[in-house]
């Protein structure tokens, strides 16, 4: 009895699962055969390698894009001794280039983040670090979006 009714758990939890990951195929009706970035730093270094692993390499659509990537971090409120309380951080991502049939892509997309901070600057700093990754992939998922429809 037991026997049976481990076995028949496990097939139901096997079988009844119907998880996929967002963007896991490569459905994509697009191929990026070249990311020229603008500036050489982290931020467009990151957002290079995540929209490269959402190109799909037998679309018929090819894209060449140049990418400008841009973070800011500005002092929102102070408290009454006049230190940082609340920060926003701000990332920039502005899209340029053309595809196969030679349709212009012009694309800005900012996100933005308001949080608080912490007097543990090393918290604080990853913090920023988790948030900034968050950002990342909201605006490669709107890119992504873009360039399915375009």
Do not use: H, W
């Not at 270094?45 to 973070?71: G, R, V, Y």
Request: glycine share 2%; proline share 1%.
């Amino acid at each position: 009895m037991k026997k049976t009714t481990l076995i028949m758990m496990a097939f139901m939890m096997l079988t009844s699962c119907g998880y996929k990951t967002v963007y896991s195929n490569k459905n994509f009706n697009f191929n990026i055969t070249k990311i020229e970035k603008l500036k050489e730093d982290k931020l467009n270094l990151k957002i290079e390698k995540k929209l490269k692993n959402f190109s799909n390499n037998k679309a018929l659509k090819k894209i060449s894009l140049k990418t400008d990537a841009e973070k800011q971090i500005t002092i929102v409120s102070k408290d009454t001794r006049g230190d940082p309380s609340r920060y926003q951080m701000t990332i920039k991502l502005s899209l340029t280039g053309v595809d196969d049939q030679n349709k212009r892509i012009n694309q800005n997309i900012v996100q933005q983040f308001s949080y608080n901070t912490n007097s543990n600057r090393f918290a604080l700093n990853q913090y920023e670090k988790e948030i900034e990754e968050i950002l990342i992939n909201k605006i490669i998922e709107k890119t992504i979006i873009y360039l399915s429809k375009f």
